[in-house]
């Protein structure tokens, strides 16, 4: 399951996701780090879950920036 669905992510304020964003990048900076110590993570999973959801909040800030956010929430039909 991922850490933030992108309909909760694209519902954000700007503000808001560049703060989960450094949460995220310390989260996976600490885990890294225990890997490289000789330590063992628990979840060693939960690195590339928290990898891919950094991409994805970078993903819809650049969105944001470019205009293209709001074409890609009117494109989808609602049930």
Do not use: F, Q, Y
């Amino acid at each position: 399951m991922p850490i933030l669905r992108v309909k909760e992510m694209r519902d954000m304020s700007s503000e808001a996701r560049v703060k989960r964003l450094n949460e995220l990048r310390t989260e996976l900076l600490r885990l890294r780090t225990m890997v490289k110590a000789g330590g063992t993570v628990e979840n060693p999973a939960r690195i590339k879950e928290l990898r891919k959801t950094i991409a994805r909040i970078l993903t819809i800030e650049h969105e944001e920036k470019l205009g293209l956010a709001e074409e890609k929430t009117k494109g989808k039909k609602k049930k």
